[in-house]
């Protein structure tokens, strides 16, 4: 069985700072692609930013420049930091990982609430 627990969620205010961390633990082979995805209320989930086990990554257009995700390989986990945040990066951020356990799944975290509010 694999797990990916999310830690590092919470309220803070426009301009601040937080950081997501992701651990992927359990009968675990290979990672490939780790992701952050979010979703906010009404809306569908959307990417935020994915990584390559080489270190490759992708944002999407409305964090570009504010958000810097990152991974240890060693630990199979991923970060997320978030600079200078807005009220509409207020959604519950779920990390993403491409497992190998036999054949290439996707797995998901529970999610965490980031809110950005005054």
């Known amino acids: 069985q694999v797990h990916l627990v999310e830690s590092g969620g919470g309220l803070v205010q426009p301009g601040g700072s937080l950081r997501l961390s992701c651990a992927a633990s359990?009968?675990?082979?290979?990672?490939?692609?780790m992701g952050w995805y979010r979703q906010a209320p009404g809306k569908e989930r959307e990417l935020v930013a994915i990584?390559?086990?080489?270190?490759?990554?992708n944002y999407a257009d409305s964090v570009e420049g504010r958000f810097t995700i990152s991974r240890d390989n060693a630990n199979n986990t991923v970060y997320l930091q978030m600079n200078s945040l807005k009220p509409e990066d207020t959604a519950i951020y779920y990390c993403?990982?491409?497992?190998?356990?036999?054949?290439?799944?996707?797995?998901w975290g529970q999610g965490t609430q980031v809110t950005v509010s005054s």
């Open positions: 993403n990982a491409e497992i190998y356990r036999g054949s290439w799944l996707d797995y």
């Open positions: 990584i390559t086990y080489g270190g490759n990554t």
């Open positions: 359990g009968s675990i082979f290979g990672i490939n692609g």
